[in-house]
């Protein structure tokens, strides 16, 4: 019950953010009409660095429609078991993630609407993001798949933030609450709940007792499955080979 | 003074006062389409508020350094229901033309950058004549 639970948890918060992240991303484009300023542009109007700060929200969303779907791509068991492409999407996705959406969600705070307050929420997140793709990537080098998984779910929980956040904001002020300080709570909170959900999800042992035999099935399978891919190929290129 | 009081005003009957017509063509010109283009909420921009309202800050017009008269008004915004914040917007309406400006920093914009549309502050709008000495 309690694994089926978890099972239908999991799938439920990769679709939600599925489609939240297409629904930002479809809510993003007018930020590319270079003729017209969105709302969330005109608010903050006038801006100290207008060019470099329009410049940083264009390469933010672009980084962000590409970076949250493959993140949460990468975390599917389909991709995990395709170790190359598991390979490769995560390194375009760590490059993208520490060369583009990091450093210019950073430019971003520095103007972001509620002060000190929002600024360093926004600049804890990219922190946390940064930190962990590097500590991830680390732990993946030397093979070390469990502190790998703990990081870039911290990296996924902190993307999350994105959907979460503007949920929020739309729930607090059909309740009522005053904007400005929905925006502050509706930032801080996914922040922090992120980071515990994450934490909470990894105390618990890698492997439960009463999972183990599933899981070492599981394993079994789809190694069985991988190897005879492997030996199906070795035979067709030997085949090829020979027909030369 | 007491006999100025007796002095007919100049403007008809019919004619709405200076304030109301500042109201009317800020509530036509900016709050009406402010409604409409208020689209999908599922963004970091502030929600739309519940409810707005037009302040005329000055009963006569002012003129500014090429003469024309202008009003300034302000737009007060509600969200739910608690209290007015108020100064949302900022901005005047020029009399003769019904052009409207908004203020943003210390500029004055034409009322359309609320739209959307990328336009230059102007420079002098909004901003009385200096007194010739």
């Known amino acids: 019950m309690r694994q089926a639970l978890n099972h239908w948890a999991r799938r439920g918060f990769f679709v939600a953010m599925g489609l939240g992240s297409a629904l930002i991303t479809r809510m993003s484009l007018p930020y590319f009409d270079l003729e017209t300023l969105p709302p969330f542009v005109i608010e903050k109007l006038p801006l100290r660095f207008e060019s470099l700060w329009l410049a940083a929200l264009r390469l933010h969303v672009a980084a962000a429609a590409l970076t949250f779907p493959l993140c949460l791509a990468l975390m599917t068991r389909a991709l995990q078991r395709r170790v190359t492409w598991h390979r490769w999407l995560g390194r375009v996705s760590g490059g993208l993630l520490l060369l583009a959406l990091v450093p210019s969600g950073v430019v971003l705070a520095f103007d972001a609407k509620g002060g000190r307050v929002v600024t360093a929420g926004f600049v804890l997140s990219g922190a946390i993001v940064a930190a962990a793709t590097v500590v991830g990537v680390q732990a993946a080098r030397r093979r070390d798949l469990i502190a790998h998984a703990h990081a870039m779910r911290h990296v996924v929980g902190q993307m999350s933030v994105a959907v979460v956040s503007r949920a929020l904001i739309v729930g607090l002020d059909s309740v009522g609450l005053d904007p400005d300080l929905a925006y502050v709570v509706a930032l801080w909170g996914p922040v922090l709940a992120s980071v515990a959900a994450v934490e909470v999800l990894s105390r618990r042992p890698p492997i439960w007792h009463r999972n183990r035999i599933a899981l070492v099935e599981r394993i079994f399978r789809e190694s069985s499955a991988l190897a005879l891919v492997v030996r199906v190929r070795a035979l067709f290129r030997a085949v090829a080979g020979d027909g030369r | ?133």
């Open chain 2, 1 to 133: 003074m007491f006999v100025l009081s007796f002095v007919p005003s100049l403007a008809t009957a019919d004619e709405p006062s200076l304030v109301e017509w500042t109201q009317h063509r800020v509530e036509a010109g900016l709050l009406k389409l402010l409604v409409e283009r208020a689209g999908s909420r599922f963004t970091r921009a502030r929600p739309p508020p519940h409810e707005r309202r037009v302040r005329v800050t000055q009963a006569t017009p002012t003129r500014d350094s090429q003469d024309r008269e202008f009003v300034p008004f302000s737009v007060d915004v509600r969200f739910d229901s608690g209290d007015w914040k108020l100064n949302d917007i900022v901005g005047c309406a020029y009399r003769a033309s019904g052009s409207l400006f908004v203020k943003r920093g210390e500029a004055y914009f034409p009322a359309a950058l609320l739209f959307g549309k990328k336009v230059d502050p102007i420079a002098g709008v909004c901003q009385p004549a200096r007194a010739r000495s």
